[in-house]
């Protein structure tokens, strides 16, 4: 009796040890810390390899974009500090230039940030102001050219 | 007008449900019968009174009454009626209100099936679901008003998010609230029965099938919920491990272990205290979810409001826990366990070790939740706990607990030997053992694919094994053909049976996860017209653009011919749908559904004239399997639930 309620304890120990070091080992390896441009630059944090999210505006005018390799590139700043960022792929509808922006990925060599996701902030209650919003009309003809 | 009518039946409610708490309680304990029928007639009163306030809101968003502000954010007058009746439920104070109806439904059910029944525990479950009642008609009233006016009246309102203008809005969140709002019944039960003392297993019995049915939809609610993420969100995947995710798959996890742990103070009369602490836990995480993705506190992809109503549900789930913890203290010494393990090789502790894991699962997802507030509060960083850090943690507790699903079923309660557990674990154990092998031989290398596969091919022999036996059995002794002896299977041992079923469903479902999870192919590319790109066997070529317009937005479908293996396959039209109120367009993916794999095609952005378009695609492997192993589990449920009486009138036609 009792060494049963014993071998079940120890057989829930170290089921509890085995989640206790996954948590562990998951919260240093899996977290992703947040920076703004400043901030990466001041603290020498981020070293290469180690996955981060940096956010910040797209500078006007910083905007490379070549369609036909998908490759983007740009320079996020918190207004001190500028990062240049190169991404291939399909960011959001909303990234543009201006506009916020998180990037998730690494800093690879010269200070350039290597990223693999964007994330365009957008704000949930966004309404066009009331007037200005186009005719069903008008918004099918500025996406599409009748043939 | 109708607002009014809707404000003046939700104070009443807010009296009636008031009343019916206190009568109950004060007639239950001076002994009047009188009372504690008013009481109960009162529950009745509540559910027509908060009826009538849903019924109100519907009206004005069937008539599109742009007088009220809900309405008007909302609903709009150009949508399709079911739009407009779902409009009820696309944001907060809606919400809330059908949570309240089905809430208040749920008590006029219980007065109505047990008004002469369990007489000592009716009086206080009618007082606590009353109570939880009155908190959500309260909380309409002061910080989330469904009936506040707007002024001036619109011509037109503003509609819903249009992410929501998909028929799964007709039916994931009304899943969803049915399973939260159902585990209220065996909480009440339980608060009842620690109130009154009486604390056999008896509040058990009463609420099991109200348990297993809230839980069945709770898990339709979250494949559902996948289901609409994979076809409307466009990511191409139905997990993300958002916080709004985890809030509803906490409680699953421990509602889950609570339905498995319930079995182990039946039959052994263990666990007590356990079982009462579960089916709390199980409440206040509904509680507590509905906190975090109502107050807020998380920036998450759902869009939410601000305001007061978290503080609400933070006192509410404060009263749950120390009234819980409070209660349990106080009866502490009436809660002695009457059994104890005999043997670590028994059903009980097989039991004991998947109640373990089901709720350090529930707490890594609560801390992997919550860490981001806590480390801003803590140490001032901001961090996001993504999805590697639930991958990672998930992934070992979930194949643990898909082996001790197989493990489980076929151990006996009290103990069994080494050799019988041999016996019966030797045939499922080679048949997985195989399926890893071939996995392996078959190019599939990373582990815990491979160890996923054949463990889930472990569980579903057992499942097989187990019925084959138990076929086999029937045919021997009672000489039954094997359909009419599988019937008898399940007449005569529907929660064992419809279980199986339900772990067999899993064991499709952890497949499906560990698939699409490890295989996806991904392609992304901008193509000229006539220009193709290729995605595992498919090649998908860019013929033009066309638009159309909608009743609430104007569409830009691509065409896309696609060809598998050189075949022609057919013609995939991705769309983005553009509105006028919104700033960034939404996707609208195009998909073909197979067994082995789905064709996902997304449009990224295209030219005015048509010469170009951006394309992702993606070659996503056994995602059906997921939804095909939800079916089987939600079957297994039912099957599981099947009222007794069929099975009396199975036996007797047996006999005959």
Redesign the interface.
């Known amino acids: 009796?009792r060494s049963?309620?014993r071998?079940?304890l120890i057989?829930?120990l170290i089921?509890?040890a085995?989640?206790a070091y996954?948590?562990w080992?998951?919260?240093q390896?899996?977290?992703?810390?947040?920076?703004t441009p400043s901030e990466l630059q001041a603290e020498e944090i981020g070293r290469p390899g180690r996955?981060i999210?940096l956010g910040g505006l797209v500078v006007e005018g910083s905007l490379n974009y070549e369609?036909?390799?998908?490759n983007y590139e740009f320079q996020l700043t918190d207004g001190t500090a500028m990062i240049p960022v190169q991404f291939k792929?399909?960011p959001?509808?909303?990234f543009k230039e201006g506009a916020g922006a998180i990037v998730e990925g690494q800093m690879v060599a010269n200070g350039v940030f290597q990223a693999d996701l964007i994330m365009a902030k957008?704000n949930?209650?966004?309404?066009?102001p009331a007037g200005t919003?186009?005719?069903?009309e008008e918004?099918?003809r500025s996406?599409?050219?009748e043939? | 007008m109708t607002a009014d009518l809707g404000n003046i039946a939700l104070w009443i409610a807010l009296v009636v449900a008031v009343y019916g708490a206190v009568a109950a309680i004060v007639g239950h304990r001076q002994g009047r019968p009188a009372l504690l029928d008013s009481a109960y007639n009162g529950v009745l009163v509540h559910c027509a009174l908060v009826t009538m306030a849903l019924l109100s809101l519907e009206y004005a968003l069937i008539t599109s009454d742009f007088s009220i502000q809900y309405v008007v954010f909302n609903s709009s007058r150009n949508y399709p009626v079911w739009y407009k009746i779902a409009g009820l439920w696309g944001a907060l104070e809606g919400s809330l209100l059908l949570w309240a109806w089905m809430q208040a439904v749920l008590a006029a059910l219980v007065v109505l099936l047990y008004w002469r029944k369990h007489l000592a525990f009716l009086p206080y479950v009618i007082a606590v679901l009353m109570g939880i009642s009155a908190f959500f008609v309260l909380v309409m009233l002061i910080p989330a008003n469904p009936f506040t006016q707007h002024f001036p009246v619109p011509l037109e309102g503003?509609g819903l998010?249009p992410l929501l203008e998909d028929t799964s809005m007709l039916v994931h969140p009304l899943l969803l609230y049915s399973g939260y709002v159902g585990f209220t019944v065996p909480y009440a039960f339980a608060m009842a029965a620690l109130i009154t003392g009486r604390l056999s297993a008896e509040w058990l019995y009463i609420t099991r099938r109200w348990a297993v049915t809230a839980w069945m939809f709770l898990t339709a609610g979250i494949i559902y919920g996948g289901w609409w993420s994979y076809h409307v969100l466009g990511w191409g995947g139905y997990w993300a491990w958002d916080p709004v995710e985890n809030a509803s798959f906490m409680p699953w996890l421990a509602g889950t272990a609570y339905i498995h742990s319930v079995m182990t103070q039946e039959k052994r009369g263990m666990l007590k205290v356990w079982n009462l602490a579960l089916i709390s836990l199980t409440f206040a995480l509904v509680i507590f979810g509905t906190f975090l993705t109502r107050s807020g506190i998380l920036t998450s992809v759902h869009?939410f409001t601000q305001g007061a109503v978290g503080y609400f549900f933070l006192a509410l789930l404060a009263v749950i826990l120390l009234s819980t913890v409070t209660l349990l203290t106080l009866r502490a010494d009436q809660l002695k366990t009457e059994g104890?393990?005999?043997?670590?090789l028994?059903r009980e502790?097989a039991f004991?070790?998947n109640n373990?894991?089901l709720i350090?699962?529930c707490f890594?997802l609560f801390?992997?939740t919550i860490?981001p507030l806590l480390a801003e509060a803590v140490r001032g960083?901001?961090?996001?706990?993504?999805a590697?850090?639930f991958n990672?943690?998930a992934g070992?507790?979930a194949l643990?607990l898909l082996f001790l699903m197989g493990v489980g079923p076929v151990i006996p309660w009290r103990?069994g030997s080494w050799g019988g557990l041999g016996r019966n674990l030797l045939g499922p154990g080679v048949v997985g053992l195989a399926a890893g092998a071939t996995a392996f031989v078959l190019g599939i290398r990373g582990p815990s694919v491979v160890a996923t596969y054949a463990v889930a091919v472990f569980v579903a022999a057992i499942a097989v094994q187990e019925y084959y036996r138990g076929i086999r059995a029937r045919r021997k002794t009672a000489g039954e053909g094997p359909l009419r002896a599988l019937g008898q299977l399940f007449a005569r041992n529907r929660r064992r049976y419809g279980g199986l079923v339900v772990h067999l469903g899993v064991a499709l479902l952890a497949i499906g996860i560990a698939s699409s999870s490890t295989f996806q192919v991904q392609r992304?590319?901008?193509l000229k017209k006539g220009e193709a790109l290729e995605a595992g066997s498919y090649r998908v070529r860019f013929d033009g653009?066309?638009?159309s317009?909608g009743p609430t937005h104007?569409k830009?479908q691509g065409i896309f011919t696609v060809f598998n293996d050189r075949h022609e396959a057919g013609q995939m039209t991705p769309a983005l749908r553009?509105y006028?109120?919104?700033?960034?367009?939404i996707a609208e993916v195009d998909y073909w559904i197979g067994f082995w794999e789905d064709l996902y095609v997304i449009l990224?952005?295209f030219d005015?004239?048509?010469n170009?378009a951006?394309i992702?695609v993606m070659v996503n492997p056994m995602v059906s399997w997921i939804w095909m192993g939800g079916a089987i589990m939600v079957l297994g449920t039912l099957l599981a639930l099947w009222p007794a009486r069929f099975r009396s009138a199975a036996v007797r036609g047996e006999r005959s």
């Open positions: 009796m049963a309620n071998r079940v057989g829930g089921i509890l085995a989640v996954l948590v080992t998951g919260t390896e899996a977290l992703i810390y947040f920076y996955r999210r369609p036909e390799t998908l792929g399909i959001p509808d909303l957008h949930e209650e966004y309404r066009a919003r186009p005719k069903s918004l099918y996406l599409i050219k043939q | 503003r998010n869009a104890t393990v005999d043997s670590v028994s502790s004991l070790f373990l894991l350090t699962f890594t801390l992997g860490f960083v901001k961090v996001s706990v993504g590697p850090y990672y943690v070992p507790i643990g103990g992304e590319q901008m653009i066309t638009g317009r104007v830009v553009f006028p109120r919104q700033q960034e367009p990224g952005s005015r004239e048509g170009w951006v992702k």
